[in-house]
């Protein structure tokens, strides 16, 4: 997308540092426009306020992408730049929300209605997956194995699970910056093809770094929903049954359907099929345009996410990534209206493995080279599977 890159700012000269004028005249209103909207969609009669909101909405969440650094203040402001990318994925999910929100006929309505708007107008912004909300159609959750009954019982069985995903997080984000602790583990930035290799090892070594990246961001979204958890139940008083599992162990999938209709996090579904799967599909009067439209809009915003580090972007990779998942899965479809049989088994398996490992090396390359492996997320003191990792070498130095 090289015409982006042209008319696209240069956000290391428009950004300043969040301040007290900064996030109230330029972070918050956005925001407040999307609360605002989010109340609206909830009553009849309030489509033309919906749409002549929408435009403010829009330009306040640009201006606050492109004007806010998040981490223009910090001493190190280099392996924190991610936070600055979830900036941009914070803003381009509020305008792709408040975009279905204007335009839905209907108001939305909550099976368990708190009985107040506001509060069901709170629920609605944060609630993606539409969990006990009429929007939220066809969704498939993984099952439940917790005791949602009793909210002690609950949050006992989560607390375990996420110090182990927080654990695992931290391990394979080490193992990754281990390969090029200069380079691909660093904020400035490397490639995961190292060409002093052989062709085969080459591929070999990248191929292991793809994946471990994979599991890598596996782990740290489901550790950061697992450990949001605990205040929404706690501070916020929602139910266990508002939080059901996020992933249905996608190692298992024997398909590119299943992993990504299923398996994988569903927190976009609806925002990608609303927002890209729709409009494309009435376009172009197909099932096909649908499901490559619903990839294309989640392209679109990894892409902006990557962006919203002020390190480039790489379309071609990431964004491409997300097509040719949409393209792999439109084969699916055209290998069961061929022989009448789905993807599935073992041979499914690993038609869905290397097809995800193939693109994912330009998706992780399109990554690390612009130094996201070199991400700060603790202090190193504070690192588990660096202590553990550290504790077993001075272990075996010892023996």
Known sequence: ?????????????????????????????????????????????????????????????????????????????????????????????????????????????????????????????????????????????????????????????????????????????????????????????????????????????????????????????ESMYLVGTFPAILVFRQSPEDWPPLFAQPWFSTSLNEFWSYRWHQLFRDNFISFGGLPVAFLTGSRSGALLGSFLASGLLHYLGQWGMARGSDFLGIGGFFIMMGVGTLLERRWKKATGYPVRGILGWLWTFTWVSIWGLFLVEGWVTRGLGGSYFMPDGWRPGVFVVEKLKSLHTVS
Request: proline share 6%; aromatic share 14%.
């Open 1 to 221: 997308m090289s015409w982006f890159s042209d008319l696209a700012p240069d956000l290391t000269l428009t950004r300043q540092p969040l301040s007290f004028q900064t996030f109230f005249g330029v972070f918050l209103p956005p925001i407040l426009c999307y609360l605002i909207t989010a109340r609206l969609v909830l009553s009849k009669g309030t489509l033309p306020f919906r749409v002549g909101l929408l435009p403010v909405t829009v330009w306040t969440a640009y201006r606050a992408s492109i004007s806010v650094d998040l981490v223009g203040s910090s001493d190190d402001p280099e392996p924190l730049a991610y936070f600055n990318q979830g900036l941009l994925l914070m803003m381009t999910t509020l305008v792709i929300r408040a975009c279905i929100w204007t335009f839905q006929r209907e108001p939305y309505t909550r099976a368990k209605s708190s009985g107040s708007k506001i509060a069901d107008a709170a629920d609605l912004v944060f609630n993606l997956r539409g969990i006990g909300w009429t929007w939220s159609k066809g969704i498939k959750l993984p099952a439940e194995t917790r005791n949602v009954s009793s909210t002690s019982s609950f949050l006992f069985a989560t607390l375990p699970h996420a110090l182990f995903d927080v654990f695992m997080f931290d391990l394979l984000m080490y193992s990754v910056q281990s390969f090029g602790p200069q380079t691909i583990g660093s904020p400035a930035g490397g490639s995961i093809f190292d060409m002093t290799l052989a062709f085969g090892p080459r591929m070999l070594r990248a191929g292991i770094i793809s994946i471990l990246t994979g599991f890598t961001m596996y782990f740290a979204i």
